[in-house]
């Protein structure tokens, strides 16, 4: 028997999961509440682990297309001081084994590798409801519904399927990112550029961090983080982004300008992020039909690992269920049995480089980590 397999949402960890399943013949449904492939920018450098994400890729088939994405030089590394003094800088020597790809690349390959149809864009679940014996309904906001056998939660931190298996709902981790792009940079912001270097680029300190990282063209891409609750940024008018800009930066007063302008001359409206978490230790006990991978089951604050995480629980889990072709709650129980200690450890972790990163200790603690000396 080959179950088909309805999978919900075309993030990495769904996307990674459908191609896997393809891969061994199993079919499998996606349904995606964006209406398209290009519905939202899918911004971001995501660097990939030779432990996690690279081996999600081989398993769906895909590393030596990956290798082709991959943007030479950006694992650089660099740690500055708010004054803009260089405290650590680690040039891309080719020996870091993290290669760098922007998300939307990636994604796209997975897209690309899938049968035509396998993705059902605009089906935004609103809720699934048990019908007993393992058997799950999708109903979509649109209208319309589907029953499944195996049915997989890859809907990313407001699972909707999460319910199904667990109470937990994700916590405001008392932190906020704010997203600037500066375009062109090596002519039109020079200093910025300078400042940032050939990849990611960290200023640090308690409470507070300015992140960059040099995309392709160069474009620099920021997180401004800010340790603050969710009123104080409620206060801020984001959709005045000229005023939003000036107050985040307001922030950070006597920080070097070449930091400052990456939020100040920001070329698009400054967008902000609120950094949410599940708890550590976040885990169900097994229903039928039904599992999550990716944030819908271990969201976490961002660490570098959760687009990695999400693509090895799609390859775990694709894996999982072709090695158990006859007996789908093998497949889910074998899986969660590795998915719940692999997720609270990298829950811990991200906690972990959080506070090394916008703790007391900034930047200390993240470059004695770096040079090897925690
Ligand atoms: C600011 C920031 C920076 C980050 N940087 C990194 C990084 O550098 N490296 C890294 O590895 N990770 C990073 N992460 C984490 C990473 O983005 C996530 O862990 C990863 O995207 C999780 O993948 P996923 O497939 O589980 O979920 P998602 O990527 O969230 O995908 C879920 C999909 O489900 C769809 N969906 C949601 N609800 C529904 C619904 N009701 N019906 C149908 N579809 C639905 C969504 O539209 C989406 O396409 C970062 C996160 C943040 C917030």
Do not use: C
Not at 57 to 83: H, I, M, S
Not at 136 to 150: D, I, K, M
Not at 317 to 324: E, F, K, P, R, S
């Amino acid at each position: 028997m080959r179950t088909h397999v309805t999978i919900i949402g075309a993030g990495l960890g769904g996307l990674t999961l459908a191609r896997v399943l393809h891969v061994h013949g199993i079919p499998a449904t996606v349904y995606e509440a964006e209406p398209s492939p290009a519905a939202r920018a899918q911004g971001g450098m995501l660097d990939i682990h030779e432990n996690n994400g690279q081996p999600a890729l081989r398993a769906a088939g895909l590393l030596d297309a990956f290798r082709g994405l991959v943007l030479e030089g950006r694992e650089a590394t660099r740690v500055l001081a708010p004054d803009g003094t260089l405290l650590l800088d680690e040039p891309d020597d080719g020996t870091g084994g993290r290669p760098e790809v922007l998300r939307g690349d990636l994604r796209q390959l997975l897209l690309d590798s899938l049968p035509d149809g396998t993705v059902q864009w605009g089906r935004k679940v609103s809720r699934v409801r048990p019908l007993g014996g393992g058997r799950h309904e999708v109903a979509f906001a649109e209208g319309g519904t589907v029953e499944t056998s195996l049915l997989v939660g890859a809907d990313g931190a407001w699972s909707r399927v999460r319910p199904l298996l667990s109470r937990a709902t994700p916590a405001y981790s008392g932190t906020s990112f704010v997203e600037t792009y500066l375009y062109d940079a090596d002519t039109r912001h020079t200093a910025a550029a300078k400042a940032v270097g050939d990849g990611g680029m960290m200023a640090l300190a308690p409470g507070k961090g300015i992140q960059a990282h040099r995309e392709s063209g160069g474009t620099l891409h920021t997180y401004v983080a800010l340790r603050r609750p969710e009123n104080w940024f409620a206060a801020v008018d984001f959709t005045d982004p000229g005023a939003a800009a000036a107050r985040v930066a307001e922030e950070f007063g006597g920080w070097a300008p070449e930091l400052t302008a990456l939020i100040t001359d920001g070329e698009t409206a400054p967008v902000l992020r609120r950094l949410h978490a599940l708890p550590a230790a976040h885990r169900w006990d097994r229903v039928p039909g039904v599992t999550l991978l990716g944030d819908a089951a271990h969201l976490m604050v961002p660490s570098g690992e959760g687009a990695n995480l999400a693509m090895y629980d799609g390859a775990e889990l694709g894996g999982a269920i072709a090695a158990h072709p006859e007996d789908a709650e093998a497949a889910l129980a074998a899986y969660e049995r590795e998915l719940f200690p692999r997720s609270a450890a990298e829950a811990v972790e991200a906690a972990r480089l959080h506070e090394l990163m916008f703790g007391d200790d900034a930047p200390h603690g993240l470059i004695d980590m770096f040079t090897g000396h925690q």
